[in-house]
Each structure stands twice: as structure tokens, then as C-alpha cells.
């Protein structure tokens, strides 16, 4: 099975903070990597598939991008509703193993 | 409006089984794949279940399998889990999720559930 590791495993940002979130893959999976928001007690909200393409519905400062076996998660100005655990997810096998996390918080 | 509502989670003991159900409204259900994703208290997402939009093909996490088996009534727009010989380490939240496509690659889960709670305890 092709594993997923994400970095950092939490981060603390600040209202306006760059943002990034790693996430790389034990062999190559070209652009078939999924990224998922999941706030406290809700379901995880599908962001970005495909590496890079958004989400409909989903704000224009998260972007994704990488290929092969490094990937990356960018929140361009953090806002206060982006404070979650982001996880990313690999498209291109079975099984779609998910990273194990990323912890936004408060500075 | 696209709408998963899962239900059948509960205590069980160890060795025991439930059913879980996930009713599907707002799409048409028998386009997408659909699939299982599990969440233990305080950890990250693990995909558990997974079928084709037929219901002719299923996946299965290496953890479950012989164990849990997924299925769907497209009469009932529902899809279900059912879980046997559970244990300890299955106790999770348990969510369905609709697939962008037939479980093909580059598939994504774009609308989840609320999940439904199942604890195995003694």
C-alpha cells in the first residue's frame, strides 16, 4: 500500500498567516491527491482534488500543488473559519489512505 | 439538496455486529460509488468500505475485511455496512460519503454524512 505522510502534524498561525501544509507519498501518484478540511465535530469538507483544482464552493486562498510524490496545502491569508485539521488523501489506488493530519491553530 | 443521513451505530460487545445504514437523497444514486470512511475518538480519518455505483464491485481496508461487508439498495437510495466480529479498535465515528465517480482514479469523497457513533466496550 502506498503511504501518505503529512507535515507538520500541527501548526499555530496567526488571522492573515501563509499557510502551508506538506504532504508526500511513499512512490509516485502523479496529480491523484485529494485535500479535506475538518472543523471540531463536523464531517471533512472536500477542498482540493486533482492536486489543484478547488473545490466548487471553496475559497479562492486555498491552493494546491505538487505531483509525483510531493504535495502541497496553501491558505494565502488565514481567517478565523480556517482554523481545522486539514488531512490529504491519495487518488490512485485502493486503498485511498489519508494523511494522518494537520492541526491548525490559534497563535 | 444532497443530504446523507447514516444511522444503526450503537454499544455493542466485542465479537458482536451492527448494521449501519446511510440514506441518500438530492443525486442520483446510482451514478457514484459510495464508500466508508471511519474516525476513532481523538484520531485521524481511516477509508474502511468502498462500491462500484452497480453495487457489482467492493473494496475493503485490509482491517475489516472478511469482517464488515458494504452493500446498496438503489430501490431505497440507501447504502449499508454491515459489521461482524467487531472489536475494541473498531470503535469510531463512522461516516458514508458520496464519490465523484465509479471508484475510478482520481475520485474524490465530495458530500459526507454526520456519521453515526459505533463503541465495542464490555
Redesign the interface.
Known amino acids: 500500500d502506498i503511504q501518505m505522510t503529512q507535515s507538520p502534524s500541527s501548526l499555530s498561525a496567526s488571522v492573515g498567516d501563509r499557510v502551508t501544509i506538506t504532504c508526500r507519498a511513499s512512490q509516485s501518484i502523479s496529480n491523484y491527491l485529494n485535500w479535506y478540511q475538518q472543523k471540531p465535530g463536523k464531517a471533512p469538507k472536500l477542498l482540493i482534488y486533482g492536486a489543484s483544482s478547488l473545490q466548487s464552493g471553496v475559497p479562492s486562498r486555498f491552493s494546491g500543488s505538487g505531483s509525483g510524490t510531493d504535495f502541497t496545502l496553501a491558505i494565502s491569508s488565514l481567517q478565523p473559519e480556517d482554523f481545522a485539521t486539514y488531512y490529504c488523501q491519495l487518488s490512485y489506488s485502493t486503498p485511498p489512505t489519508f494523511g494522518g493530519g494537520t492541526k491548525v491553530e490559534i497563535k | 439538496e444532497v443530504q446523507l443521513l447514516e444511522s444503526g451505530g450503537g454499544l455493542v460487545q466485542p465479537g458482536g455486529s451492527l448494521r449501519l445504514s446511510c440514506a441518500v437523497s438530492g443525486f442520483i444514486f446510482t451514478n457514484y460509488a459510495m464508500t466508508w ?1 471511519r474516525q476513532a475518538p481523538g484520531k ?4 474502511v468500505a ?1 462500491i462500484s455505483a452497480s453495487g457489482g464491485s467492493t ?1 475493503y ?2 482491517s475489516v475485511m472478511g469482517r464488515f461487508t458494504i452493500s446498496r439498495d438503489s430501490s431505497k437510495h440507501t447504502l449499508f455496512l454491515q459489521t461482524n466480529s467487531l472489536r475494541v479498535d473498531d470503535t469510531a465515528l463512522y ?1 458514508c460519503a458520496k464519490v ?1 465517480g465509479d ?1 475510478t ?6 458530500i ?4 453515526t457513533v459505533v463503541t465495542v466496550s464490555s
Open positions: 470512511v485521524g480519518l481511516e477509508w468502498a473494496f481496508a485490509d461516516y465523484t471508484w482514479r482520481g475520485d474524490a469523497f465530495d459526507w454524512g454526520q456519521g
